[in-house]
């Protein structure tokens, strides 16, 4: 989907500031670009098959520079919304669902793309979490999104935590099953291992006896097929099990799940909903779940919020 500002005001004001948010995920690149009067342009690529991560970066410059002459103007700053892991020095020191990535010099590569402009980058999840709190009007959040892998955010009074640039809140590797199946991390029984669309998918799969798309298992949770209701409610007792691991340790007052696959799954935030109130120790009320109300832009959204922070 491309978003394009065709005004007459857009048209008469070149010299507006632009703001740009991309988020990098594991099978796509999103990216949304804002003035200070709402979002111009909108759009998504796919990765190529992956080889390289020079040939993933080329393509990313690909992209940006179609992005930077459709516009027809410079960014004033670009917030990246990341799921690696990225090393004081600025270099990816592990992306499981891209390992040919690690060892990038991220913020040298991205400086390069964008000479013009003030350029940080911040975990997806953390991001993700900051969005849906402002969004939301909730300074007590946990955030989680649910896509390729497992990403999640923590905001305590307003603050993403443990806060952006001192580490990521990575509830995607909480063990949530002894023994359980391996994480691309190299663990056993990570939620992301468990949860994530992928994995619920190959369960999905098994149960079937064949192969399962996205489309089809959202159809057959529709229909209420055994083998779909089975594989995503595996995926929501994992989900909910993280959640009341992080309730008992830092009390939000609200979760919202999103993510690409989540929000594609019907019924999904109100299944984890109901397995959280399973968990409840006595005296203890279940913690609120709700579908985030970015749906599956949360991390885009917040690396514009980003990019906002950061401009000159």
Same mark, same amino acid.
């Given at each position: 989907?491309? *978003?394009?500002?065709?005004?007459?005001?857009?048209?008469?004001?070149?010299?507006?500031?632009?703001?740009?948010?991309?988020?990098?995920?594991?099978?796509?690149?999103?990216?949304?670009?804002?003035?200070?009067?709402?979002?111009? +342009?909108?759009?998504?690529?796919?990765?190529?098959?992956?080889?390289?991560?020079? =040939?993933?970066?080329?393509?990313?410059?690909?992209?940006?520079?179609?992005?930077?002459?459709?516009?027809?103007?410079?960014?004033?700053?670009?917030?990246?919304?990341?799921?690696?892991?990225?090393?004081?020095?600025?270099?990816?020191?592990?992306?499981?669902?891209?390992?040919?990535?690690?060892?990038?010099?991220?913020?040298?590569?991205?400086?390069?793309?964008?000479?013009?402009?003030?350029?940080?980058?911040?975990?997806?999840? +953390?991001?993700?979490?900051?969005?849906?709190?402002?969004?939301?009007?909730? +300074?007590?959040?946990?955030?989680?999104?649910?896509?390729?892998?497992?990403?999640?955010?923590?905001?305590?009074?307003? *603050?993403?935590?443990?806060?952006?640039?001192?580490?990521?809140?990575?509830?995607?590797?909480?063990?949530?099953?002894?023994?359980?199946?391996?994480?691309?991390?190299?663990?056993?029984?990570?939620?992301?291992?468990?949860?994530?669309?992928?994995?619920?998918?190959?369960?999905?799969?098994?149960?079937?006896?064949?192969?399962?798309?996205?489309?089809?298992?959202?159809?057959?949770?529709?229909?209420?097929?055994?083998?779909?209701?089975?594989?995503?409610?595996?995926?929501?007792?994992?989900?909910?099990?993280?959640?009341?691991?992080?309730?008992?340790?830092?009390?939000?007052?609200?979760?919202?799940?999103?993510?690409?696959?989540?929000?594609?799954?019907?019924?999904?935030?109100? =299944?984890?909903?109901?397995?959280?109130?399973?968990?409840?120790?006595?005296?203890?009320?279940?913690?609120?779940?709700?579908?985030?109300?970015?749906?599956?832009?949360?991390?885009?959204?917040?690396? *514009?919020?980003?990019?906002?922070?950061?401009?000159?």
């Amino acid at each position: 989907m491309r *978003v394009r500002d065709s005004s007459p005001n857009a048209l008469d004001c070149p010299a507006k500031v632009h703001y740009l948010g991309i988020d990098i995920g594991g099978t796509k690149v999103a990216f949304r670009v804002e003035t200070d009067t709402g979002c111009v +342009d909108e759009t998504a690529f796919a990765w190529a098959p992956r080889r390289s991560a020079a =040939l993933d970066l080329a393509q990313l410059a690909r992209h940006v520079d179609e992005l930077r002459a459709r516009l027809g103007t410079p960014f004033a700053a670009v917030g990246v919304a990341m799921p690696a892991t990225v090393g004081p020095a600025g270099r990816i020191t592990a992306w499981p669902s891209r390992p040919e990535w690690t060892g990038v010099a991220l913020e040298a590569s991205l400086r390069a793309m964008f000479p013009e402009a003030a350029v940080a980058w911040a975990d997806d999840g +953390d991001l993700g979490a900051l969005a849906e709190a402002q969004a939301s009007d909730c +300074d007590d959040l946990l955030y989680l999104g649910v896509g390729t892998g497992i990403g999640g955010g923590l905001v305590l009074r307003g *603050v993403p935590c443990p806060g952006l640039g001192r580490g990521s809140f990575e509830i995607g590797h909480v063990i949530v099953e002894m023994g359980g199946v391996r994480c691309v991390c190299g663990r056993q029984g990570c939620l992301q291992a468990i949860a994530s669309g992928p994995a619920t998918l190959r369960r999905a799969a098994l149960l079937r006896g064949t192969k399962a798309t996205f489309e089809e298992l959202r159809q057959a949770m529709c229909d209420g097929h055994l083998w779909a209701v089975a594989a995503v409610e595996q995926t929501c007792r994992a989900l909910a099990a993280a959640v009341a691991g992080v309730q008992e340790l830092v009390h939000p007052r609200l979760v919202l799940i999103g993510g690409g696959f989540a929000t594609g799954i019907p019924g999904l935030a109100g =299944l984890v909903s109901d397995h959280l109130a399973e968990l409840a120790r006595p005296g203890q009320l279940p913690l609120p779940v709700q579908p985030a109300a970015l749906g599956g832009l949360s991390s885009l959204r917040g690396a *514009v919020s980003l990019a906002r922070l950061i401009a000159p």
